[in-house]
């Protein structure tokens, strides 16, 4: 089992920055992909970032592509996800959640419904 908690979220004004983190407890994440999701009021859960763990290798939305960074500290087994030049359109809740390549499918998943593992979200409001 693993267990995520996110943290930083807030509230910011348009054109600024976050960072949010996802610190992972139960087992190391070097099996796992690892992504941030976010879901507004009335809509969907969209995927925003992922890295694949062991391999360092990352991928992202169009929507935040240059705007958003996920990295990985291995010493501490956290996620972060920078978060630079803000839109109102970003304000969500954000999640991170966890899945193993093992499980098949695209390692690179986009799709929430593939994903095992969820934290609990950490609210992002953008004013604009």
């Known amino acids: 089992q693993v267990q995520l908690a996110e943290s930083g979220g807030g509230l910011v004004q348009a054109g600024g920055s976050l960072r949010l983190s996802c610190t992972a407890s139960?087992?190391?994440?070097?099996?796992?992909?690892i992504s941030w999701f976010r879901q507004a009021p009335g809509k969907g859960r969209e995927f925003v970032a992922g890295?694949?763990?062991?391999?360092?290798?990352?991928y992202y939305a169009d929507s935040v592509k240059g705007r958003f960074t996920i990295s990985r500290d291995s010493a501490k087994n956290t996620v972060a996800l920078q978060m630079n030049s803000l839109k109102s359109e970003d304000t969500a809740v954000y999640y991170c959640?966890?899945?193993?390549?093992?499980?098949?499918?695209?390692?690179?998943?986009?799709?929430?419904?593939?994903?095992?593992?969820w934290g609990q979200g950490t609210q992002v409001t953008v004013s604009s």
């Open positions: 139960g087992r190391t994440l070097n099996n796992y992909v």
């Open positions: 959640a966890a899945r193993s390549p093992a499980s098949g499918g695209d390692v690179y998943s986009r799709t929430a419904n593939e994903y095992e593992y």
């Open positions: 890295i694949w763990w062991v391999i360092d290798s990352t």
